[in-house]
């Protein structure tokens, strides 16, 4: 599987955005996906992800009740809603697919990766 994040971009304080991820090369429908982030000098953190199915979705905590992960099997496809972005959400995303089933939370649990788009907010 093949995955491609699109949608970053430079906002401001308080504006949105909507990443997406496609996949290739294979279904998404058997995988959890999640979204993670990576900030200059800083590891690779969690952010959102998504159940197979889409029932079940989780967050860290500072992004709760501003982004919101959404998935369309039928469509191969991913989505982060973002709003109310801050500068400390500046960071490269990634998508990612797993196929563990566990706590979604850490990058080792995941599979496949795609290679990120860069959001940046300004003050």
């Known amino acids: 599987v093949q995955l491609q994040a699109s949608g970053g971009g430079l906002v401001q304080t308080g504006d949105s955005l909507r990443l997406s991820c496609v996949a290739s090369?294979?279904?998404?429908?058997?995988?959890?996906m999640g979204w993670f982030r990576q900030a200059p000098g800083k590891e690779r953190e969690f952010v959102a992800a998504?159940?197979?199915?889409?029932?079940?979705?989780y967050y860290t905590d500072s992004v709760k009740g501003r982004f919101t992960i959404s998935r369309d099997n039928a469509k191969n496809t991913v989505h982060l809603q973002m709003n109310s972005l801050k500068p400390e959400d500046t960071a490269v995303y990634y998508c990612?697919?797993?196929?563990?089933?566990?706590?979604?939370?850490?990058?080792?649990?995941?599979?496949?990766w795609g290679q990120g788009t860069q959001v940046t907010v300004s003050s």
């Open positions: 990612a697919a797993s196929s563990d089933g566990g706590s979604l939370r850490r990058p080792r649990e995941y599979d496949y």
């Open positions: 090369g294979g279904s998404i429908g058997g995988y959890s």
């Open positions: 998504i159940s197979w199915s889409g029932d079940f979705t």
